[in-house]
T-cell receptor, first 117, second 118 residues
Framework: EAGVAQSPRYKIIEKRQSVAFWCNPISGHATLYWYQQILGQGPKLLIQFQNNGVVDDSQLPKDRFSAERLKGVDSTLKIQPAKLEDSAVYLC???????????????FGPGTRLTVT | AQSVAQPEDQVNVAEGNPLTVKCTYSVSGNPYLFWYVQYPNRGLQFLLKYITGDNLVKGSYGFEAEFNKSQTSFHLKKPSALVSDSALYFCAVRDIARAKTNAGKSTFGDGTTLTVKP
């Protein structure tokens, strides 16, 4: 079974530039998550999709961050314009969804390490 | 609001000794609890989870965790540590009531670095 794929693995940009990250979840996983992991902290959820609908985006800085999952499979997270404090690892994860109580574990991709200078 | 605390930033043990990585949580209702491990330059990997039933949960690589509702804890344990267990460990919690509507997000602790010395 192929894992969660993410690209690019590393990205260096200057502040005020834009950047996009791509994620392809495990086949059959309806739920997709984007997390921000700042060095020394645990992952913080930015946005959660079920199929192509947003379930939770309460912690997404919507003035600069956007995400989409148009066909309910792969997803793109964009930052525009980037700030220095956006330097972090951006993790994508997916999980199975049964339509009931969601006790399923998440499968994570390798992450994209973003450095904003 | 739900939260997770991992009180130790670093745990050091000698190979062959038992290890414990601590986790306490706070949710308004009943929890789903998870442990994940992160090796350098790799994504998080699922180790084990507590949903319901037996308070002692067994997972991958010989790890186990004990759910204690009265102490709101879910400590990760292993009877005999290996050097290869050295990694960053994260505890996560999800509120069951909100999970049933698929609206409940998982909250992660800030991680504990486990170092096992030969």
């Amino acid at each position: 079974e192929a894992g969660v794929a993410q690209s690019p693995r590393y990205k260096i940009i200057e502040k005020r530039q834009s950047v996009a990250f791509w994620c392809n979840p495990i086949s059959g996983h309806a739920t997709l998550y984007w997390y921000q992991q700042i060095l020394g902290q645990g992952p913080k959820l930015l946005i959660q999709f079920q199929n192509n609908g947003v379930v939770d985006d309460s912690q997404l800085p919507k003035d600069r961050f956007s995400a989409e999952r148009l066909k309910g499979v792969d997803s793109t997270l964009k930052i525009q314009p980037a700030k220095l404090e956006d330097s972090a690892v951006y993790l994508c994860a997916s999980s199975y969804t049964s339509g009931g109580a969601e006790a399923y574990e998440q499968y994570f991709g390798p992450g994209t390490r973003l450095t904003v200078t | 609001a739900q939260s997770v605390a991992q009180p130790e930033d670093q745990v050091n043990v000698a190979e062959g000794n038992p290890l414990t990585v601590k986790c306490t949580y706070s949710v308004s209702g009943n929890p789903y609890l998870f442990w994940y491990v992160q090796y350098p330059n790799r994504g998080l990997q699922f180790l084990l989870k507590y949903i319901t039933g037996d308070n002692l949960v067994k997972g991958s690589y010989g790890f186990e965790a004990e759910f204690n509702k009265s102490q709101t804890s879910f400590h990760l344990k292993k009877p005999s540590a290996l050097v290869s267990d050295s990694a960053l460990y994260f505890c996560a919690v999800r509120d069951i009531a909100r999970a049933k509507t698929n609206a409940g997000k998982s909250t992660f602790g800030d991680g504990t670095t486990l170092t096992v010395k030969p």
